[in-house]
């Protein structure tokens, strides 16, 4: 059964850090590409970042760009998206997903995600 648990969201004050996790179990996080999306109220889902599998490519969203890094351990089946420098703006429900082979921002091309977990950056 594929399953992905995102954890590590919270309450931090403008300027702080969080790291988000992403932990898969059903399938090999080898093959698949993992991306992270968000959706504050009222809006659309947005893509955030991903990680390819087959060389690791990375991609960003020009709004988290030099703030927001992802990465993966293949080993514990887990990908990480490490924010900095948070703003209000980035307050919003973050999800990740999952998909065979190449990332995407595109949240269409992903076939299985989580539940998400809650990042509210406010003072």
């Known amino acids: 059964q594929v399953q992905l648990v995102e954890s590590g969201g919270g309450l931090v004050q403008p300027g702080g850090s969080l790291r988000l996790s992403c932990a898969v179990s059903g399938f090999a996080l080898d093959y698949y590409a993992i991306g992270w999306f968000r959706q504050a109220p009222g809006k659309e889902r947005e893509g955030v970042s991903c990680?390819?599998?087959?060389?690791?490519?990375?991609y960003y969203a020009n709004s988290v760009k030099g703030r927001f890094t992802i990465s993966r351990d293949n080993a514990k089946n887990t990908v990480y998206l490490q924010m900095n420098s948070l703003k209000p703006e980035d307050t919003a429900i973050y999800y990740c997903?999952?998909?065979?082979?190449?990332?995407?921002?595109?949240?269409?091309?992903?076939?299985?995600w989580g539940q998400g977990t809650q990042v509210t950056v406010s003072s």
């Open positions: 997903a999952a998909v065979q082979g190449t990332g995407s921002l595109w949240a269409a091309k992903y076939d299985y």
């Open positions: 990680i390819s599998s087959e060389d690791g490519s990375t």
